[in-house]
């Protein structure tokens, strides 16, 4: 069955950079879109970035663009997100999630909290 | 940015009754609607796309419907575990992505 587990996330002073991974399995990682969502604690969701299949095309939200690089590494079946210059408000659960058909997110990982602060 | 917002914030119902959560959104989105629902602690799930489209594993209980502005997810008859809360979501200008703001569902 499909299984998405990220890891990385812990706390980190602002300022600072992160990398959170998320590997894939039971499916054919490399055909299929891929993104990060995050949930800030109790609040609803923000979608942050999403790669294609083939890592050839990237987009992001708007609250992190031009610090959040999205990339893949399909022969690991691994997703990842660097996060760069991070502030109070990058803290959030970050999931992985596949993508659906270019517009809905279909499977989710269990998430990786990342805290940001000193 | 189109904008979707979800009513009632918080819907307190019995198990058994009816529940319809809606979500309108500030411009037409066609049919480019996902409902998903989420429980304490754990992931959201997929329930509905396109609008009224069922995710694979999903019980017929949960039924989409709308186009345009306005979308509706109907429970038909609430089970134990669908008390939750239960977010819409749109992409109808890729790639923004967006979500409602989300509904309770809670046990009155």
């Known amino acids: 069955q499909v299984q998405l587990v990220e890891s990385g996330g812990g706390v980190v002073q602002p300022g600072r950079s992160l990398r959170l991974s998320c590997a894939a399995s039971?499916?054919?990682?490399s055909v299929w879109g891929m993104h990060w969502v995050r949930q800030a604690p109790g609040k609803g969701l923000e979608w942050v970035a999403v790669l294609a299949h083939d890592g050839a095309t990237e987009y992001y939200g708007d609250s992190v663009k031009g610090r959040f690089t999205i990339s893949r590494d399909n022969s690991k079946n691994t997703l990842y997100l660097q996060m760069n210059s991070l502030g109070a408000e990058d803290t959030a659960v970050y999931y992985c999630?596949?993508?659906?058909?270019?517009?809905?997110?279909?499977?989710w990982g269990q998430g990786t909290l990342v805290t940001v602060s000193s | 940015e189109i904008v979707l917002t979800q009513s009632p914030a918080t819907l307190s119902l019995s198990p058994g009754e009816r529940a319809t959560l809606s979500c309108r959104a500030s411009?037409?989105?066609?049919?480019?609607l996902a409902w998903y629902q989420q429980k304490p602690g754990q992931a959201p799930r997929l329930l509905i796309y396109?609008?009224?489209s069922r995710a694979t594993g999903i019980p017929a209980r949960f039924i989409g419907s709308g186009s345009g502005t306005d979308f509706a997810l109907t429970i038909s008859s609430l089970e134990p575990e669908d008390f939750a809360v239960y977010y819409c979501q749109q992409n109808n200008r890729w790639p923004a992505l967006t979500f409602g703001g989300g509904t309770v569902v809670e046990i009155k």
């Open positions: 411009q037409s989105v066609s049919t480019y």
């Open positions: 039971g499916f054919p990682f």
């Open positions: 396109d609008a009224s």
């Open positions: 999630v596949r993508d659906l058909r270019g517009r809905y997110f279909d499977f």
